[in-house]
């Protein structure tokens, strides 16, 4: 694993400028979909997964259920998402955090249950830790939620969201067979084709005190099933692998991704919900957007019975996402702990992570 770019560290580490990863290829020469990045994490072509001959399709099968086990993590390229969408989103949301305050007023009380929940709180203090944000997010599916104000951001919203929506239940498929399951097996046991989605813009202003180790969202995984991230060229995103907390720096266009608690559930722990965390951005305000999708809200999720033969070795109890989701939200970010409430306790084994 290089070092050059991460930074291996227990403790946050700030954004330095960075040279970045040379150009990735528009299409894998090697005709394998997924490889390692400089600095070890998962590299999927998203492009192999979908129209790859029968064997390189099942080479990058093979090693995108590697990625999800060894690190619940990715970057995905040649998705086929337009950078201009991307970047028409990004602009977009920022306009939105630049408006003024009473633009905003209706959607600041809102609680996590709501379909549209601005909190400009990015400045607060959580055992002695300050976190920093800025944050927009919407309820995109069943139906899409959005401020009417910028007046654009309602097309492009929608927009991004259906076509971050194919992604993922494209990428639920792939995972589905990484697992030894037929495709869509995963898909129908979370009912994930009318699925929930988040859509969630993050800003993280300017920092540039004494403590340069600000946070700006603490370590936690997410509690939907798949997240896609990509950010306006300020690094600050962390994940947790192998014990040390590793500053993830994309390749050129790539979305990351990241499991989330439902995965873990479904897959009967086999994958990992990860722990991720932000940093801030140091002199330049960073900015993520992230687009989540989920089960929906009244599907009960639970181990597929195919991963727990013979019943034995039951991970976790069934629980409705909505309540999943409910109490994650309503608790302070801690961890992985939410997923306490849906783990089969054993009187000899403490939760694991
Ligand atoms: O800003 C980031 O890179 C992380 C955001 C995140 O983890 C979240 O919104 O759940
Ligand atoms: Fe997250």
């Known amino acids: 694993m290089a070092g050059t770019s991460l930074c291996h560290s227990t403790d946050p580490c700030t954004n330095g400028e960075h040279s970045g990863h040379p150009a990735v290829p528009s299409s894998s020469p090697s005709g394998i979909g997924t490889r390692g990045g400089d600095d070890g994490i998962p590299v999927v072509d998203f492009d192999v997964l979908v129209n790859g ?157 004494p403590d340069s180790a600000g946070l700006g969202l603490p370590a936690h995984s997410d509690h939907g099933f798949l997240t896609l991230l990509f950010q306006n060229g300020v690094d600050g995103l962390q994940v947790k ?37 932000a940093v801030v951005g140091g002199e330049r305000a960073r900015m993520s957007m992230v687009s989540m999708i989920s089960p929906c809200l009244d599907t009960v999720v639970e181990p597929v019975p195919e991963l727990v033969p013979d019943g034995q070795g039951l991970e976790f109890r069934g629980v409705r996402y909505r309540d999943y989701m409910e109490h994650q939200q309503s608790n302070k970010l801690k961890g992985k702990a939410a997923l306490d409430i849906a783990r089969v306790q054993r009187d000899n084994a403490g939760p694991e992570n």
């Not at 995905?76 to 991307?86: A, F, Q, R, S």
């Not at 949301?93 to 609680?111: D, I, N, T």
Request: include cysteine; glycine fraction near 8%.
């Open 53 to 209: 001959a029968a064997d390189q399709r099942a080479q990058a099968i093979r090693e995108l259920g590697r990625a999800c086990e060894d690190w619940g993590f990715f970057m995905v390229i040649n998705h086929g998402v337009p950078e201009e969408l991307k970047e028409a989103m990004m602009e977009t949301c920022k306009e939105l955090f630049s408006l003024p305050e009473e633009q905003k007023a209706e959607y600041l009380e809102a609680g996590p249950m709501d379909p549209i929940r601005i909190g400009t709180g990015f400045f607060s203090v959580v055992d002695g830790v300050r976190y920093w944000r800025d944050y927009l997010k919407m309820f995109a599916r069943p139906e899409l939620h959005c401020p009417a104000k910028p007046a654009k951001l309602r097309d492009v919203a929608a927009e991004y969201s259906a076509k971050t929506r194919d992604l993922l239940l494209s990428l639920a498929k792939a995972i589905s067979e990484s697992l030894g399951l037929d495709g869509g097996r995963i898909s129908e046991a979370m009912d994930l084709e009318s699925c929930f989605q988040i859509l969630v813009a993050n800003h993280y202003p300017p920092y540039t005190g």
């Open 241 to 277: 692998h192998d014990g040390q907390w590793l500053l993830a720096k994309p390749l050129p266009g790539a979305f990351f991704v990241i499991a989330g608690d439902q995965l873990e559930i479904v897959s009967n722990g086999r994958y990992k919900g990860m722990l991720h965390r």
